[in-house]
Structures are given as C-alpha cells and as structure tokens.
C-alpha cells in the first residue's frame, strides 16, 4: 500500500512539472505586457524628400508595402542618410521600462542590404538595433545572423527593449532567436519598413508589414 501511494505521489509530481514545462513552452512574447493602443496618426511614413508618398508607400487591405532604390534622396534634404522608405510609430517615444514592436513582416526577393526593423536611438549611437536582411538572412546590423529563409513569407517579429536592464531580445514566429546588450540609454523610438545599408544593397528594397503593435510594461 505504501509502495503503491509513494508512486502515486511520483506521479503526480511529474505531471506537475511536465505541466508547468508546457506552460513555458506555450509563452508568448507579449505575455505579461500591455497593449498600447495605434492610430494612423502614430504611422509616420519616411520616404525621399522629392517623390510623393504614394510612389513608395501603400496601404491596402491591411498591408502597409514600402519600397525605395538605391538611387533614392534622403527623406530629408539636409540628410546624408541613405535611401529609405519606413514607419516611424511617433507618438509613443520611450527612455524607460520594458517596450515591444510587434508586426508580420514580408520580404520579396531579391531584397538585400536593407534594414527591415530598428530601435532609433542610443547613448552615443543613432540607433539601438537594426534587423537586415542580406540575400536572404536576416542578421543584427551586417554581423550576427539571427533567422535564416526569410524571403516570400509572412513572419512575426518581436522586439522586446528593456531599457532599465540594457537588454534587447528577437523573437522570430515566436521563438527567441537573438538576445544582446543594448547601446546606452537615450530617447528611443520604433520603425520599420526598408532603410539601406552603408554597402552591399540591392537597387530595389521592399518590405510589407501588417498587424503592427506596441505593447509596455
């Protein structure tokens, strides 16, 4: 009887932790956060200063697709920036606590030398992360990779920024797939869209996003 109560205590013991381990499986990355509410108002669309928004920006059925060439001006004509096309969510500008992007993003080949999302902003920097794309892989700045095959498919992407701790982490289709130290503490702010490399970019970038969000703790 004792023998048969001790495994019954095992049991149930292991269904406990196998239970808790599914629960840990089954996070998401937004879990425990709270949504900030968009609008139209927090897209701000950056594009070159000398084309109408309509030639590299469109909004239709729920899918924002921005495009720019290598021979593109700055969105600024006081800028040495290279050639973008991006959405800068304003409105919701951070220096503290823990902040989260969320979007499906899409990447058409031959896409490359492109910056797909970034956290704009840093102690001494311009910026905290940048996501690329090159021939396919996306990768932190032009070094580490972080997903491989991203081209012709529809992706999630969460970036999670904790300010006070100085870390940012990459979720990609939910799974954490890159983790670093941040870059100082600053007035931080999300995009995404298409922003080329200093080298090795194509003529032609492109992105699409849909189902964008902003979430805090």
């Not at 009887?1 to 495994?7: L, T």
């Not at 205590?9 to 990355?29: E, K, R, S, T, W």
């Not at 007035?187 to 200093?198: L, T």
Request: glycine letters at 8%; proline letters at 5%; aromatic letters at 14%.
């Amino acid at each position: 009887m004792e023998f048969s109560k001790g495994y019954a205590l095992l049991f149930v013991a292991i269904v406990g932790l196998l239970g808790n381990f599914c629960l840990m499986c089954g996070a998401d990355p937004t879990d425990g956060f709270i949504n900030v509410p968009l609008t139209e108002d927090n897209f701000e669309i950056q594009r070159p200063y000398n084309v109408p928004v309509d030639k590299r920006y469109s909004y239709e059925n729920g899918v924002r697709r921005l495009w720019v060439y290598a021979d593109d001006k700055p969105h600024n004509p006081n800028s040495h920036t290279q050639p973008r096309t991006e959405i800068k969510i304003r409105g919701h500008d951070y220096s503290s606590g823990v902040w989260q992007f969320e979007g499906y993003g899409f990447v058409p080949n031959p896409t490359s030398g492109a910056t797909i999302t970034q956290i704009h902003g840093a102690a001494k920097e311009a910026t905290t992360i940048m996501l690329r794309i090159y021939n396919g892989d996306l990768r932190y700045y032009s070094g580490d990779l972080i997903e491989t095959n991203m081209y012709d498919k529809w992706f999630r992407v969460n970036l999670i920024h904790d300010v006070d701790a100085g870390q940012v982490t990459v979720f990609i289709d939910g799974q954490q797939k890159f983790h670093t130290k941040d870059r100082g503490r600053g007035d931080f702010y999300f995009k995404c869209g298409v922003y080329a490399a200093p080298k090795d970019f194509s003529h032609y970038m492109e992105s699409r996003w849909r189902d964008i969000k902003l979430y805090k703790k």
